[in-house]
């Protein structure tokens, strides 16, 4: 069962960037297709943000298009979201999980505030 954990997750002033990493362990990211990063907010349901299929097709959300890319490096074994001109409203603890299947792990948790 290949299992990932999110990491480079902290507090940020807006206009600030991260760039999250999600690390496959027991198993080769290079198998699954397609790869997501969800986020949850307080109070709020958990919404995808964005989407990588196969090497470069991709899928980001309305809210963050234009500011997030979502890449992967099946030979590091990890997917990465990097995340430019944050804004408050992306603070929420963010998710990656297979499209399909999978479990969802800890999360790492993004606080964009001055």
């Known amino acids: 069962q290949v299992q990932f954990v999110e990491s480079g997750g902290g507090l940020v002033q807006p206009g600030g960037s991260l760039r999250l990493s999600c690390a496959a362990s027991?198993?080769?990211?290079?198998?699954?297709?397609?790869m997501d990063w969800y986020r949850q907010a307080p109070g709020k349901q958990r919404e995808l943000v964005a989407r990588?299929?196969?090497?470069?097709?991709?899928y980001l959300a309305d809210s963050v298009k234009g500011r997030f890319t979502i890449s992967r490096d099946n030979a590091k074994n990890t997917v990465y979201l990097q995340m430019d001109s944050l804004k408050p409203e992306d603070t929420a603890v963010y998710y990656c999980?297979?499209?399909?299947?999978?479990?969802w792990g800890q999360g790492t948790q993004v606080t964009v505030s001055s």
């Open positions: 999980k297979p499209t399909v299947g999978g479990y």
């Open positions: 990588i299929a196969g090497g470069s097709s991709t």
């Open positions: 027991g198993g080769s990211i290079g198998r699954i297709w397609a």
